[in-house]
């Protein structure tokens, strides 16, 4: 049974950084693309990183790009985002989502499992 389980959100500063986790069970990071989308309220879910299979690409979004850095460790199944200089509108849910033998894909629609989320808010 897959699940992924994301953790890290919290409130924080402008200015902050933080780092968020995405421990998966039952597949493998090694032959899974993995995907962080976020979704403010009122707000479709949007891309922010993605990693491939390989580990050897790496997708960012625009507005995150120098800011937020895609991380696996694939001895311990893990995928993490390390958000830095985070802005008010950072803030949203975050999820998490794998693909089989993903190349760092940036659609919502090619991704098959998804964590529940977790709740990252940047205040002013």
């Known amino acids: 049974q897959v699940q992924l389980v994301e953790s890290g959100g919290r409130l924080v500063q402008a200015g902050d950084s933080l780092r968020l986790s995405c421990a998966a069970s039952?597949?493998?990071?090694?032959?899974?693309?993995m995907g962080w989308f976020r979704q403010a309220p009122g707000k479709e879910r949007e891309f922010v990183a993605a990693?491939?299979?390989?580990?050897?690409?790496?997708v960012y979004a625009d507005s995150v790009k120098g800011r937020f850095f895609i991380l696996r460790d694939a001895a311990e199944n893990t995928v993490f985002l390390q958000m830095n200089i985070l802005k008010p509108e950072d803030t949203g849910v975050y999820y998490c989502?794998?693909?089989?033998w993903g190349n760092g894909d940036a659609r919502a629609e090619d991704y098959d499992f998804w964590g529940q989320g977790t709740q990252v808010t940047v205040s002013s």
């Open positions: 989502t794998f693909r089989p």
């Open positions: 990693i491939s299979w390989s580990g050897t690409t790496k």
């Open positions: 039952g597949v493998s990071l090694s032959t899974s693309g």
